[in-house]
């Protein structure tokens, strides 16, 4: 019995016929938005719409699975102005991109603050991160929960 799964290769880009970066172009500029209709992205792109319905589930790029690392941190904060605003200048200058912040009402004069980044062009280990963070004044406590 002849086994029928697909098989998948990794090839580099320059080693492809041009018909498949082009239906990988076509598929981007749809995706993107930047073209509307499977009409206009083969045209963008200049290959037939034939070629584009008969490889567009076949050509996918290839996606590094640890491109994107995404941590959430959780923070106790002194409640006084400014430490939220310290605190997310020192992920900045570690090249972080912030995706989200929660904080929740403060009492007793602290906060509860949660902040997800995505951390994959961070400038120091997660531990020197933590070590940075929690000298920020008016960090009480620093901790990753998730990631």
Same mark, same amino acid.
């Given at each position: 019995?002849?086994?029928?799964?697909?098989?998948?290769?990794?090839?580099? *880009?320059?080693?492809?016929?041009?018909? %498949?970066?082009?239906?990988?172009?076509?598929? =981007?500029? +749809?995706? /993107?938005?930047?073209?509307?209709?499977? #009409?206009? *992205?083969?045209?963008?792109?200049?290959?037939?719409?034939?070629? %584009?319905?008969?490889? =567009?589930?076949?050509?996918?790029? %290839?996606?590094?699975?640890?491109? !994107?690392?995404? @941590?959430?941190?959780?923070?106790? $904060?002194?409640?006084?102005?400014?430490? $939220? !605003?310290? +605190?997310? #200048?020192? %992920?900045?200058?570690? #090249? /972080?991109?912030? +995706?989200?912040?929660? !904080?929740?009402?403060?009492?007793?004069? /602290?906060? $509860?603050?949660?902040?997800? *980044?995505?951390?994959?062009?961070?400038?120091?280990? +997660?531990?020197?991160?933590?070590?940075?963070? @929690?000298?920020?004044?008016?960090?009480?406590?620093?901790?990753?929960? *998730?990631?």
């Amino acid at each position: 019995m002849m086994n029928t799964s697909p098989k998948y290769y990794i090839v580099e *880009a320059s080693a492809l016929p041009e018909v %498949f970066l082009k239906v990988a172009e076509a598929k =981007r500029l +749809l995706a /993107t938005g930047q073209a509307s209709t499977v #009409n206009e *992205a083969t045209k963008l792109t200049d290959i037939s719409r034939s070629a %584009f319905y008969k490889y =567009r589930d076949a050509v996918q790029p %290839f996606q590094k699975s640890n491109v !994107s690392r995404v @941590i959430t941190f959780q923070f106790v $904060l002194h409640d006084v102005p400014g430490v $939220l !605003s310290a +605190l997310l #200048n020192a %992920f900045t200058q570690q #090249n /972080t991109n912030l +995706l989200t912040i929660n !904080s929740i009402t403060p009492s007793n004069g /602290t906060a $509860l603050v949660t902040i997800s *980044a995505e951390t994959t062009d961070m400038g120091v280990t +997660l531990d020197e991160m933590m070590a940075l963070l @929690i000298q920020t004044p008016g960090v009480i406590k620093a901790e990753v929960v *998730a990631g």
